[in-house]
Each structure stands twice: as structure tokens, then as C-alpha cells.
């Protein structure tokens, strides 16, 4: 039996666990504006950050609560700040994935993740 509707990578770990690294990674990606990290955790950080950047653009105190249930609060006031602003026009697509290789230890494949 095919289950078309699972969404969402596991990575081997445990919601919790799994919650906590998305977490590190959006709150590194907004704070750098580029980070370096395997091909899977990138195509996962594009799903979960895309709707913070959403909630950023529109503004308002609810979205800016929701985001803030998420991420603290440093990340928050450049996302309404500084990255919601800067994509007004645009509907979606936020990140970019560069693909670099595959790393010599494991065989990762690693990419850079940005945004636009």
C-alpha cells in the first residue's frame, strides 16, 4: 500500500531531535544568509522556512506571534525586519540550493542553501 500523503523527512531521529535541528537550521540560514549542509537538511530547510518568510512579508502581530512560537526572538526581528520586506513582490521560491558535491567521509551529498 502506497502512502501518497507522508510528508517530511525523518533523518533518524525522534520528533523531538528532528524539530530542534530545523529549528538550528532556519535560525543559522536567517542569521547568515547562507549555510553549508547536506542536500536532504537543505530540501527540508526550503519547506519549513518558506512560511516564516511568508508570514514575515504580510506582517501584522498575529504572523509575527506565529513565528515567533518558532523561532526566538533575534531571528524574528530580521525576518519582519530585514528579509520580509525585502521579498514584497515575490510568491514564493525564497531559497536557492547549490549543489557542491559529495563529501569525502560519509558520501553526503552537501549543497549551500541561500536565500534569493
Known amino acids: ?43 527540508e530547510l526550503g519547506t519549513v522556512i518558506s512560511p516564516f518568510i511568508t508570514k514575515a512579508r504580510k506582517g501584522g502581530l498575529a504572523n509575527i506571534k506565529l513565528i515567533a512560537k518558532f523561532l526566538p526572538e533575534q531571528a524574528v526581528s530580521k525576518l519582519v525586519k530585514e528579509i520580509g520586506p525585502k ?16 563529501m ?3 558520501g553526503a551529498r552537501m549543497c549551500l542553501i541561500e536565500f534569493v
Open 87 to 102: 521579498y514584497q513582490d515575490r510568491n514564493g521560491g525564497y531559497t536557492r540550493i547549490i549543489k557542491l558535491g559529495e
Open 1 to 43: 500500500m502506497r502512502h501518497v500523503s507522508k510528508k517530511g523527512r525523518k533523518f533518524g531521529r525522534v520528533k523531538k531531535v528532528r524539530k530542534a535541528l530545523l529549528k538550528s537550521l532556519c535560525l543559522a540560514l536567517i542569521l547568515r544568509g547562507r549555510i553549508r549542509t547536506t542536500e536532504a537538511k537543505a530540501k
Open 104 to 106: 569525502r567521509k560519509d
